[in-house]
């Protein structure tokens, strides 16, 4: 059983794989305290971990010294207002304006399996894999409850968390801030990584030292954005990829959240994650309940490595659903890249023609074919087609891709509206607003108000119709600016400070019926490139669009972070022409293929018009994908050589499960002058098994290829890659 509930100490044990997490109910207050979260621990008593008898921790029964108790002591999820000055979870305010909320024990459940978290995006996993506890906590001067909810995974060293806000009161209350995680680590000796960028160059890793006071990473855009990932990581000062201890929390919700470390007086750093409270303000009337997102939290002993991996394994294994799961992507070619708007139907059947004898096997047809949209200044909100470009119609144009042995796929910004379309004439009250202000444009285009539910319904009815006028199989969700100007139309000036979340409600309202209604699509996620890459996003589609920067060795910055988190399967990665258009840099093809293999792999370029030699490289990469997409999928992933920190040379791995295959991509970013090999070692394989290279037949130990290592020669000039196969033999 992976919770116990101790009756002696009053204590939850939560144990997962090689981790334990323990909270107990605390002295006559009934208060809930964090006690433990790290390496499994075998005893059933830690309480004295939360020093409540050491001074200045002591909890006064008469009064006296209780702020000082409050400030002090490790609340699993912390109050507000009572005298607790660090970061609080929770902030309402009751009918008189007063903001103060004090939480105690009053009942729990323990339950095998884990409940869906309604509306919202969550993990899943059956009865044999996880076990849950709801402890019920009640103010009972508010008469509110607020129900932690904690999920182990006993296979994985993984522990969630969410947390339910009833009101049981008369009155209605304001919920100003509800987060979902609220943990207290021993120390403010801490590094902590982060995974940050723009536009182009999302989720670059970042490593800093933590001290005291607040540190940390959050959107406020309205979703979850190109400069901060909802993912951060505490790990040892002396942590590396394999060694020390790490604690890594992510966010499954794709709109604003924080994520922050709190250094404090007493040497304790309390990490906090949720919806951000900036301009967060929800109404809660009698009897009704609000239910904060889920937080995944993964311990490691063995470094940021193993972290990666049990998250991985999460994703894919209880996160991810739906027909791709577990299946290979088909190989397709977007012709975003190649022709931008610039396109009609016998340019894109142009393309499949070339792309299809070259074994690719779906087209996809990017923005532009809808309304009378030729420039990005036009027509989303007009999902019809535009006929003049596709001549013949969709489905002619579907059928003849069909016909040619490829699979089509389509994009779609449902979310958006431009102020040059049908729709915005009729509905102009429709976007995102301040009525009476003008709202500002971003790439031309408004948001709609995705908050109501007639706005969403008439969109989703509009686009499935025209998914059901042919045979699509593929959709790319696109979402191209963050929000601004925030107002709705139907929101009353009490509710106006629900339109973030409840935009996010809606997206997801959307994706639900879309992936029930077409549950055989591959539905692909996108934000401007990688602006929403986060778990919420995967709970849908099982692959996102990375980044818009497709150039080879820009992506190995952004894959090597986006890995640390999300598995190879979901990183939408192509091979593009060169010179790159967003960096102008130009890259052997040759590499470009090896970088896009490390991710759902795929082409956006104009086949019929890049050069020979390049053309004639696609049937092999085809190979190579269809060879190795198996390994990259499922197989465990470890970082060899960190490209972010070393700006010369990245190298990677996929090992099989069962132990019995890798694969290793090296890429040489600047060659070394006078430099014969470099040395590198292996990791995750079998000690005692027995691997053959199959390129060089050399057989070697699992121990020799870890310990020893293996010379990679004769990686002449900058920009070369490398990958290195290995079988058990
Ligand atoms: C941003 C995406 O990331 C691109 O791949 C492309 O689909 C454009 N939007 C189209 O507007």
Redo the contacts with the bound molecule.
Sequence with gaps: MGIRFIEKNRSFKLDAKNTSYIIAIVDDENFLGHVYFGEKVTDDDLNYLMRIYEAPFVPSKNNRDRVPFYDSFPFEYSNHGIGDYRESAIKILDKNGHSYIKLQYKSHEIYKGKKEIKDLPSTYGNEEECTSLEINCIDSFLNIEVILIYTVFENLDVITRSVKVKNLGEDNIILEKVLSTCVTLEGVDYDMITLNGSWARERHIQRKAIGYGKQGVSSIRGESSHQHNPFIALVDKNATDDYGNVYGFNFVYSGNFIAQAEGCQFDTTRVVMGINPEDFRWILNKNEEFIAPEVVMVYSNEGTGKMTRTFHDLYRNNLIRGEYKDKKRPILI?N?EATYFDFNTSKLIDIAKEASSLGIEMLVM??GWFGKRNA?NSSLGDWFINEEKISGGLKYLVDEVNKLGMDFGI?I?PEMISEESQLFKKHPDWCIQIPGRKPALCREQYVLDFSRKEIVDHIYKEIKNVISSANIKYI?W?M?RQLSDLGSYLLDKEHQGELFHRYVLGVYYMMDKLTKDFPDILLEN????GARFDPGMLYYSPQI?CS?DTDAIERLKIQEGTSMVYPLSTIGAHVSDCPNHTVGRTTPFETRGYVALAGTFGYELDVTRIPEEDRKMIPKQVEMYHKYNDLIRRGDYYRLENYSENNEFDAWQVVSKEKDEVLVTCIQVLGRPNYHSRRIKLKGLEKSKLYKNIETEEVLSGSALMNAGINLTSLYGDFKGKIIYLKEV
Excluded: A, I, V
Aim: hydrophobic share 20%; aromatic share 18%.
């Design positions: 977007n975003w990017d923005d990005d994009w910004e790319k696109d191209n996108c934000s401007g490139g669009w818009d």
